[in-house]
């Protein structure tokens, strides 16, 4: 069913115009059924002979060589095309300048030829523009140019600036007869005009056609590349909906054949977390990357990417999506994290190093004796300021001495580093360069090893016994004044004391004798008499017991001392209900005096009992101490009473004269005696008190073998 | 007043005062109190007459001690309880007093133990005690 529009246009059979249009039309229907380009010459050529020319063939151009050839020829024999080759700048010959000149000519009769030739050029040519041109609305269409202005043109220039297109130049030549008549000539040229506008049509077709088949090719080359990426790469439109993706992406974004809940939604949430992002990066426009963490469906494992994406443009620069490469940087950043924690790792074992050195140097320095530090080769490698005096080191000329000295330690050196002792401690004679004099040295070594067990450094530390023995005997000088000082202190109590003695008896005696002969009021001035004068009689006993016992030094058994005063008191102390745990160990002979040892001993049981008013128990001990030489070793002697106990702020002067924790009952110089005794036999004392619990008194005494 | 089988007691004392105190004491015991001042009128009284008990100090005049005293006791009566006051008697003193079955009392003395000592040592070695004599 046509349209009424159409139906006008249908041709209308019967007078001589309709015929002659219907002779077009049927060539028009015959050209129209031509598909390819290379169809139309042929039917050109049959068409022109049917209108009564004798013969007829098409000249090709080819832009590439340049060559001018008959392409398509009727009513020819082979032998008569040759004289039809030529070149396109070949501008004498008349055929080719007929082609030049873009315009229908009809040529004088050609070599051979009898009849003149009308020579009719075709371009590719159209009313309408090429489809890209329409799309871009441009105006430089080659058909519509070569249609309106075909005199400018060049058959050089034939390529179309919108679509690309190679364009096709080419000439009818048609041998007329001698005197062609206007009428056959303009039919003539209708035909052929008619026929080039079909084969524009057709070439414009199989250009698009050719276009497509490249594109394909194309894509096809670019879908092959982004499947052989192994990173995911994933093209997406303008409204961020996935395009297309290549396997290594499809691994994130596409829900696989029978997967499990769980991963379907770790798809579900990569593709959520993957637009999230691509938005985002979208905003920004130009090319941006960002840090992306996805779930493998397939391992269930969290892969870190770095996604990179781009935007997509058309040709004329509309934005059509964007291209996604991520890169898995899971690996990466594991790794640079490590490294980031092994740098950190190294620089804070680098600071420890740095302050043990420091540390070490610190130390070496103010150690205030010569230290030499020699590798296993027992070469000097560090001496401190010390020893560069000792042993100088560098180039100043060296003292006879310090060559001397270097010896001497070389040697030393030597012995010990080859020697299989850990440790070594020999004296060694030097020669002092600054003082001028001999001074001995302890050296004390040792070695440090490397990882094989082999001698790396040797350290030597060099003590100047000089200066060690000076404050030895300085110190011995300083504790022999003191037990002469407590000797002395004695012997003069004593003496005071003797002098005080025969008085003292006088005046007691004669309180003694008062009683029951004074008048009533003197009563309480009698009592002051008797009290006080009995505090001066225990002062003066005390006095005399040290000084009586300063005689008779000797070997003793101390555990028959212990026992004796514990004899001597075992009254007293049943009385008082004290019971005495007596422990006494298998003791060496002591050197010294039984008696002062005694009267320690009494002194020390007798304030046991006192601060045991109710009672309690007394524990005594000895035991002899063997020290790991063999030689040296100490005999110990421990009372412990569970009494009243000594208040702590008293602790620290309980040993010092006239201090009493007894107040009137006592003198205060009990404990200062029995520290002197104690010191007097190279002893020591040591007290541990709790108030209300008890006393303990340990007693410590150093024997020699 | 018969005359009283007191306890005869000689004290060798050099201190005057002293002597005077201890007099005084043991007359107040009931003892019969018998002085001398130095070894020599020890030995005067000593030679002319015999004692119960008798105390002496270690150190006398110069150089002279109260073992000089005892031993001229002992010579006359190896029974008679003998009792050493010093003041400053060393171990050496005690034990040789010891050995001589001598009582030692140091200065300044427990009157009371003193006393109650004294009594011990007259029952000891006359086999009655002290206090029937007064009577």
Redesign the interface.
């Known amino acids: 069913m046509a349209t009424p529009l159409l139906r006008k246009q249908l041709p209308d059979p019967g007078s001589f115009v309709e015929r002659r249009k219907s002779v077009r039309d049927s060539t028009a229907l015959r050209l129209l059924s031509a598909e390819r380009s290379e169809e139309i010459f042929p039917i050109l050529l049959e068409e022109i002979i049917a209108l009564g020319f004798p013969r007829a063939l098409v000249l090709g151009v080819d832009f590439e060589s340049g060559a001018v050839r008959p392409v398509a020829a009727l009513k020819y024999q082979p032998n008569q095309l040759q004289r039809f080759h030529s070149q396109l700048w070949a501008g004498e010959n008349p055929l080719v300048a007929a082609l030049h000149a873009l315009k229908p000519a009809l040529l004088s009769p050609l070599g051979g030829d009898r009849e003149p030739l009308y020579c009719h050029p075709l371009l590719y040519r159209n009313r309408n523009q090429c489809w890209e041109a329409e799309r871009e609305r441009r105006r430089e269409c080659l058909a519509v140019q070569n249609f309106r202005s075909p005199h400018k043109l060049q058959l050089q220039e034939q390529v179309c600036a919108s679509c690309g297109m190679r364009a096709y130049a080419a000439m009818v030549v048609v041998q007329v007869g001698r005197d062609p008549k206007e009428g056959e000539l303009r039919q003539l040229r209708n035909l052929i005009e008619t026929a080039n506008r079909y084969l524009a049509r057709l070439f414009k077709v199989e250009h698009y056609y050719n276009r497509m088949r490249d594109m394909d090719v194309t894509i096809s080359q670019m879908h092959t590349v982004m499947q052989s990426m192994a990173d995911p790469v994933i093209l997406t439109d303008g409204h961020h909906r996935v395009v297309m993706l290549n396997r290594a992406a499809e691994r994130f974004f596409k829900m696989p054949e029978g997967v499990t809940e769980g991963g379907a939604r770790a798809v579900e949430l990569n593709n959520l977390y993957f637009s999230a992002a691509l938005s985002s990066m979208a905003v920004s426009g130009v090319e941006s990357h960002r840090d992306l963490t996805l779930v493998d469906v397939m391992e269930g494992e969290e892969v870190l990417f770095e996604a990179v994406c781009a935007p997509t443009f058309s040709s004329d620069g509309v934005r059509t999506g964007m291209v996604t490469v991520m890169r898995d940087v899971t690996d990466l950043r594991r790794a640079d994290q490590e490294v980031r924690s092994n740098l950190q790792k190294l620089r804070d074992a680098e600071e420890i190093v740095r302050q043990d050195r420091d540390r070490l140097n610190l130390v070496i320095e103010n150690v205030g004796d010569p230290i030499v530090v020699a590798d296993g080769a027992a070469k000097m490698v560090l001496l401190d300021p010390l020893a560069k005096e000792l042993f100088g080191m560098g180039d100043a000329p060296r003292h006879p001495a310090v060559v001397r000295n270097q010896a001497r330690l070389d040697a030393y050196l030597t012995a010990f580093t080859f020697s299989f002792a850990e440790g070594q401690n020999r004296p060694l004679r030097l020669h002092n360069p600054a003082s001028n004099n001999e001074i001995e040295y302890a050296a004390r070594s040792g070695k440090i090893y490397d990882a094989r067990g082999q001698v790396a450094y040797t350290v030597t530390v060099l003590r100047d016994l000089t200066a060690w023995k000076k404050l030895e005997q300085l110190q011995l000088e300083r504790r022999m004044l003191e037990v002469e000082k407590f000797a002395a202190t004695g012997r003069l109590a ?1 003496t005071i ?2 002098e005080i ?6 005046i ?3 309180i ?2 008062l009683p029951g002969k004074l008048k009533p009021p003197a009563e309480p001035v009698y009592d002051i008499l008797k009290s006080e004068t009995e505090r001066v ?1 225990r002062i ?2 005390q006095m ?1 017991g040290l ?3 300063t ?2 030094v000797g070997p003793f058994d101390l555990n028959s001392v212990v026992d004796d005063t514990l004899t001597l008191f075992a009254r007293q102390l049943s009385t008082a209900s004290i019971t005495v745990e007596k422990q006494l160990g298998k003791l060496p002979p002591i050197v010294g005096s ?2 002062q040892f005694r009267q320690v001993l009494s002194n020390l049981v007798v304030n046991a009992r006192d601060s045991m008013a109710k009672g309690g128990r007394l524990a005594v001990r000895t035991r002899h101490v063997r020290a790991t030489d063999g030689v040296h070793g100490s005999v110990n002697i421990l009372l412990a009473d569970t009494g009243c106990g000594i208040p702590a702020d008293m602790l620290q002067s309980i040993f010092e004269p006239f201090v009493s924790t007894k107040g009137e009952k006592g003198t205060g110089l009990g404990l200062w005696i029995v520290k002197g005794i104690v010191e007097n036999h190279s002893g020591g004392i040591r007290v541990r008190s709790r108030q209300g619990r008890g006393t303990v008194f340990k007693l410590s005494f150093p024997i020699v073998r | 007043m018969p005359k009283a089988k007191k306890p005869q007691v000689l004290v060798v004392e050099d201190e005057a005062s002293v002597l005077l105190t201890y007099r005084l004491m043991l007359e107040d015991e009931g003892y019969e109190v018998f002085c001398a001042l130095s070894s020599q009128e020890a030995e005067a009284i000593l030679a002319r007459r015999g004692f119960d008990l008798v105390l002496c100090d270690l150190s006398l005049e110069q150089n002279h001690t109260g073992f000089e005293v005892f031993e001229r006791v002992r010579k006359r009566d190896p029974k008679v309880p003998c009792v050493l006051l010093t003041g400053y008697a060393n171990r050496e003193t005690t034990e040789r007093a010891e050995q001589a079955g001598i009582a030692v009392f140091f200065k300044p003395i427990e009157i009371d133990e003193f006393l109650r000592t004294l009594k011990k040592l007259l029952r000891n070695a006359h086999g009655k005690p002290a206090e029937a004599n007064r009577d």
């Open positions: 004593g004391a003797h003695n025969n008085p003292l008896e006088a007691k005696n004669a003694y004798l009689t003066v006993r005399l000084y009586r016992n005689d008779q039984a008696d």
